[in-house]
């Protein structure tokens, strides 16, 4: 925690209450106090109800500060519409100056420890005890489970394995009712979780759940673990808890003394709620300075799909907002809670977060989700589509059941989606007028910013630091958006109408000023129909910036080292504007063969290769730009502004600040985190041509195919480990064409024989009278039969 800014604050906010509101209370709560006291200083309350209570029963407004020690709480603590403060006089819930006060939906347990055997050791829980997280001196341990937790692994959920609940592995498991199977989606789009029911007699093993991912194409083949069973307890610091005969295993680290340690479990998903409507919110109440800790993992309870992606989410976390005005979470730590930590939902107006430390969550670290009955025609899977003549045209929301105006500012956010993948820093689903700044987030399986779909846009993000992002997941970036709204693939629409359409929803958003990395997707990400967005002024240090399907995007006087544009599936009529960047590749376009012409303008881009700026002049394409060494200042230091004398400032590109990027608050900022700084690649013959492409491609029953390597798998919605060939013309009169073969179309067997070059394409066809072709079109499978 952060002693001395909560000090000042609290010295501060005595001075605001003083002067102008004197009738403002005051009251104290220790955990050695009791609720007979009177709540002073001298004689604290115990429980920090018995103080809202009194301040709710009174009428009063003022301050409860929470002195040192750790609050256990039996059950959520819920504040309704009656604690509520005012513009002039807030109701502050604070950790007393310098002192640490913890929220904990947990419970501490008082362990007699017992030898069992191999180094395990077994200890007696009270009666009705149940828990899904166990901590020792303060650290979550893990349940028992195989592949054993690796904290060295560069593997999904650090450690995984395909033969995880395999009926090899089953026959090991006297009972595996009540374990756990987590798994990748296959193809890397988040998660799946499942419940161990029990195994038959084959030991094969019975499971329930796996709605936590909205687009069911089942789990990884490979990427798995089991947890919580007992046979796999062979590891220092995991644990198995037998709720039937309430005894804890538990298998300690070398050197840990098990008398003098602390032992804590969790019994509570929710440990704070701020409980409104908008007929009745809750207003003006401030909580600073508190740490929470102690919530239950809430997996299992991820269930409602959000909008036509592969998104489910549970309106819960450590923190719960709903229907509230004015309110604010500010100098709070949230400590290796097992869901999300602060969710903001349905209702609310200007809730603000800042200056707060999140740090091993278990799923995301804040979440702003609105009523998809807010939302004009609503749609939930990713194939469904609306019809042009049935679609509600009335431009933004139906109703104003959502979060808007709110901030999450100057927060440190790292190592998160510890157990769930579908998840992230900061997520945003049916909202409007999100502002995201001075944020460093990294360490995250997924991205480390989410924007899910355009309803309602009208968000900033600026000065922002986000790397060391998509380390379990795949096919995302840094920053993540989808526009699947309501012109997305819309049947029987006018072409001409979708760029007026594709404004329904989505107001603009912006985003700039910020500094992103992902070493294993895009920088800036902005997927299927993801539209009405500025993008100035970042620094892309890693994966470039992709487009696609989507209108109305404006990119501007940004930077990508060693990357540039990926532009995917374009619209004919995109209307986007890019220009004045500084692009050290050539772009990367998929899909982009039919729209013609690439947009409103791409041109006047710095280019450090003359090759790479006249590889799409056929596109009508950067046709003013011009190749350079843009003269970086200092990357070694991260200072990739360009000297006086550069060639990017004659073409209109402005210098932005380097040292803004990420937290500010000087304690959050001194255990931060930077990203890797790449050495830009310029070549030293800046005129000099690039070394061709090898030739992949190859002609197949009339039509033009090549492999799917690099972002073509995710373009396709393919995974790498299926592969691909990828039709790229077809003619009309050939074969493919006439056996109803299109363009678009990927082909991943012949007769039960995988294809990933065009080699094994053509192999496979050789000597083969009859052609069983297994493809895919529109991400879905597909079979027919042609003769040879």
């Known amino acids: 925690m952060h002693s001395t800014n909560r000090k000042c604050a609290a010295a501060v906010l005595a001075v605001v209450l003083s002067a102008g509101v004197a009738q403002a209370a005051t009251y104290h709560v220790s955990p050695d106090g009791s609720d007979a006291n009177e709540g002073s200083k001298e004689k604290p309350f115990q429980t920090i109800a018995r103080a809202r209570d009194v301040m709710r029963s009174r009428?009063?407004?003022?301050?409860?500060?929470?002195?040192?020690?750790?609050?256990?709480?039996?059950?959520?603590?819920?504040?309704?519409?009656?604690?509520?403060?005012?513009?002039?006089?807030?109701?502050?819930?604070?950790?007393?100056?310098?002192?640490?006060?913890?929220?904990?939906?947990?419970?501490?347990?008082?362990?007699?420890?017992?030898?069992?055997?191999?180094?395990?050791?077994?200890?007696?829980?009270?009666?009705?005890?149940?828990?899904?997280?166990?901590?020792?001196?303060?650290?979550?341990?893990?349940?028992?489970?195989?592949?054993?937790?690796?904290?060295?692994?560069?593997?999904?959920?650090?450690?995984?394995?395909?033969?995880?609940?395999?009926?090899?592995?089953?026959?090991?498991?006297?009972?595996?009712?009540?374990?756990?199977?987590?798994?990748?989606?296959?193809?890397?789009?988040?998660?799946?979780?499942?419940?161990?029911?029990?195994?038959?007699?084959?030991?094969?093993?019975?499971?329930?759940?796996?709605?936590?991912?909205?687009?069911?194409?089942?789990?990884?083949?490979?990427?798995?673990?089991?947890?919580?069973?007992?046979?796999?307890?062979?590891?220092?610091?995991?644990?198995?808890?037998?709720?039937?005969?309430?005894?804890?295993?538990?298998?300690?680290?070398?050197?840990?003394?098990?008398?003098?340690?602390?032992?804590?479990?969790?019994?509570?998903?929710?440990?704070?709620?701020?409980?409104?409507?908008?007929?009745?919110?809750?207003?003006?109440?401030?909580?600073?300075?508190?740490?929470?800790?102690?919530?239950?993992?809430?997996?299992?309870?991820?269930?409602?799909?959000?909008?036509?992606s592969d998104w489910t989410i549970y309106r819960g976390g450590a923190l719960l907002i709903n229907g509230a005005e004015d309110c604010r979470v500010e100098d709070c730590e949230f400590d290796q809670v097992g869901g999300n930590a602060v969710f903001v939902n349905n209702y609310n107006r200007r809730i603000a977060v800042r200056d707060c430390h999140f740090h091993e969550i278990g799923a995301s670290a804040v979440c702003f989700v609105g009523d998809p009955n807010s939302v004009r025609n609503p749609r939930f899977e990713y194939a469904q589509r609306n019809s042009y003549d049935e679609i509600d045209k009335t431009p933004g929301p139906k109703t104003d059941n959502y979060p808007a105006d709110c901030l999450v500012e100057d927060c440190l956010i790292h190592n998160i989606s510890v157990v769930e993948k579908q998840a992230t820093g900061v997520q945003i689903s049916m909202s409007k007028g999100i502002t995201i700044r001075h944020c460093s987030i990294y360490d995250t399986g997924r991205a480390g910013i989410n924007i899910s779909e355009g309803t309602f846009g009208g968000h900033l993000i600026e000065f922002c630091d986000v790397f060391d992002t998509v380390r379990e997941t795949g096919d995302h970036g840094s920053f993540n958006s989808w526009g699947r709204d309501r012109f997305w693939h819309l049947r029987g629409a006018p072409e001409s109408e979708l760029p007026k359409l594709a404004l329904l929803d989505a107001e603009k958003s912006v985003i700039r000023n910020s500094r992103w990395r992902c070493d294993r997707g895009w920088d800036i990400d902005l997927d299927d129909g993801s539209s009405n967005y500025d993008i100035y002024n970042n620094l892309m240090l890693h994966g470039g910036l992709k487009l696609r399907e989507g209108f109305h995007r404006t990119v501007y006087n940004n930077i990508t080292v060693n990357n540039g544009l990926h532009p995917h599936v374009w619209y004919k009529n995109s209307g986007d504007k890019i220009y004045n960047n500084i692009w050290l590749t050539a772009a990367r376009p998929i899909g982009m063969n039919g729209c013609g012409k690439w947009g409103d303008e791409v041109d006047r881009n710095l280019f450090v290769r003359e090759s790479d700026r006249a590889k799409h002049l056929a596109y009508g394409v950067e046709i003013n730009s011009i190749a350079g060494d843009p003269m970086f200042v200092d990357p070694a230091k991260g200072d990739y502004r360009v000297k006086p004398n550069s060639p990017a400032l004659k073409l209109g590109f402005r210098n932005f600040p380097m040292d803004r990027f990420g937290v500010m608050k000087p304690e959050l900022r001194a255990i931060t985190r930077t990203p890797e700084l790449p050495v830009p690649n310029i070549p030293k013959d800046i005129a000099g041509v690039s070394p061709p492409l090898p030739e992949t491609r190859a002609i197949w029953l009339g039509a033009v195919v090549e492999p799917l390597i690099g972002e073509a798998y995710s373009a396709f919605g393919v995974s790498k480990e299926d592969g691909g060939i990828h039709l790229v013309e077809v003619s009309k009169d050939s074969k493919a064409a006439q056996a109803g073969l299109r363009p678009g179309d990927v082909v991943q067997r012949i007769n039960g024989t995988a294809v990933r070059t065009t080699a094994e394409l053509l192999k496979a066809t050789t000597d083969a009278s009859l052609l069983k072709v297994d493809y895919v079109r529109g991400q879905k499978q597909h079979r027919l039969t042609i003769g040879n």
């Open 59 to 308: 009428g009063e407004t003022g301050t409860v500060f929470l002195r040192e020690g750790t609050y256990y709480l039996a059950q959520p603590l819920v504040f309704s519409p009656e604690d509520s403060g005012n513009e002039k006089a807030p109701v502050v819930y604070s950790a007393y100056e310098d002192e640490d006060a913890v929220v904990s939906g947990g419970v501490k347990l008082d362990l007699t420890w017992q030898p069992y055997q191999g180094g395990i050791m077994q200890a007696k829980t009270p009666p009705g005890v149940t828990f899904d997280q166990f901590f020792v001196n303060g650290r979550r341990r893990h349940m028992a489970r195989y592949p054993n937790y690796d904290p060295e692994s560069n593997r999904p959920y650090n450690g995984c394995a395909a033969d995880a609940f395999s009926p090899q592995r089953a026959a090991n498991w006297a009972d595996p009712a009540g374990g756990f199977i987590h798994a990748l989606h296959a193809h890397h789009w988040g998660g799946f979780h499942y419940r161990i029911t029990g195994k038959n007699e084959n030991n094969e093993v019975a499971y329930e759940g796996g709605w936590q991912n909205n687009r069911r194409m089942g789990m990884h083949r490979r990427d798995r673990f089991v947890e919580n069973i007992f046979e796999e307890l062979d590891a220092p610091g995991e644990w198995f808890h037998d709720a039937k005969t309430q005894t804890l295993y538990f298998y300690p680290a070398e050197g840990l003394d098990l008398k003098a340690a602390t032992y804590e479990a969790t019994r509570l998903d929710h440990l704070v709620e701020l409980q409104g409507s908008r007929e009745r919110p809750v207003r003006h109440i401030a909580i600073r300075g508190l740490a929470f800790r102690h919530a239950n993992r809430t997996f299992m309870e991820t269930k409602e799909p959000l909008l036509r």
